[in-house]
């Protein structure tokens, strides 16, 4: 098994510009899964990116071929050991996304793989999202004695109540990328990385070439409503930093992890 401080070191978040296009890639060998670290440096990055003149629109990815993003690192959450270190924990997908929320460039979502938990937040914070067929997606955090809190209101406003309840509460089933565009997670779906990557050049090409002023004013109606949601996802995280300490939780994240 992966030493839990070696595991949680791991992997990268890249922030790279080629023209007026800035791309942010992270990456964890397990399955670009997130812990803490990765957290805090991703949130800093979309809030870099969004400061940068030349930047004009973001593109957000992972690294590798296979998963987007399997959501928060098992490794750190069964070793935390008190409330704060939850909280702090889970904080670092309330940062994420409000970064995402508050960043005034148009943030574009590329998800090559399947997506769970902290993965489909990240999906659901962006504000244009395309995927490959295999972008399959899953909310287990009931399945291991939490719930999907922190991310869950930007599910939420994505995919309505209706739609992210059943993600919530059927949280050992994956549903298709198919689904996941007919409810609006995905603006489009391609049988291939390389279309889908050719599909987000020329839509960034164009943003590109976009009035900036107009695009952050685009942004500012499209995110109405949440300016709540520095307090929302921190309360949440507060949730999810009890839940976590639980036996029932840790048990079944460690039945979780043997599979």
């Known amino acids: 098994m992966t030493d839990v401080a070696e595991a ?3 992997g990268y978040v890249d922030l790279t510009i080629d023209g007026g296009i800035g791309v942010i890639e ?3 060998p397990l399955s670009n899964s997130l812990p803490s670290k990765l957290l805090n440096k991703l949130a800093e990055s979309i809030t870099e990116a969004g400061q940068i003149t030349n930047i004009k629109v973001i593109v957000l990815r992972s690294g590798g071929e296979r998963a987007f993003c399997a959501g928060a690192s098992f490794d750190e959450l069964i070793a935390i050991q008190d409330f704060d270190e939850g909280k702090t924990f889970f904080s670092g997908f309330a940062n994420v996304i409000n970064a995402a929320r508050k960043c005034p460039k148009l943030i574009i979502g590329r998800v090559q793989g399947k997506a769970v938990g902290g993965g489909v937040g990240l999906a659901s914070a962006v ?3 395309l995927a490959t067929q295999y972008a399959s997606i899953k909310l ?3 399945a291991v004695g939490i719930g999907p809190f922190v991310v869950g209101p930007a599910v939420e406003r994505k995919i309505g109540v ?3 309840s059943q993600l919530a509460i059927n949280a050992t089933e994956w549903q298709t990328a198919a689904w996941a565009k007919s409810k609006g997670l995905y603006a489009d779906v391609f049988d291939s990385a390389q279309e889908m990557d050719d599909a987000i050049l020329t839509l960034a090409d164009k943003l590109s070439s976009s009035n900036p002023e107009a695009m952050a004013h685009l942004k500012r109606i499209f995110w109405e409503g949440t300016e709540n949601w520095d307090d929302l996802l921190i309360e949440r995280a507060e949730t999810s930093g009890k839940l976590v300490l639980s036996d ?4 079944a ?3 979780f992890k043997k599979k």
Do not use: W
């Open 26 to 28: 992270f990456f964890h």
């Open 127 to 129: 504000d244009y999202c």
């Open 8 to 10: 949680v070191d791991q």
């Open 253 to 255: 994240i460690n039945k």
């Open 248 to 251: 029932f939780t840790r048990e």
């Open 140 to 142: 287990s955090e009931l």
């Open 162 to 164: 209706s739609a992210m």
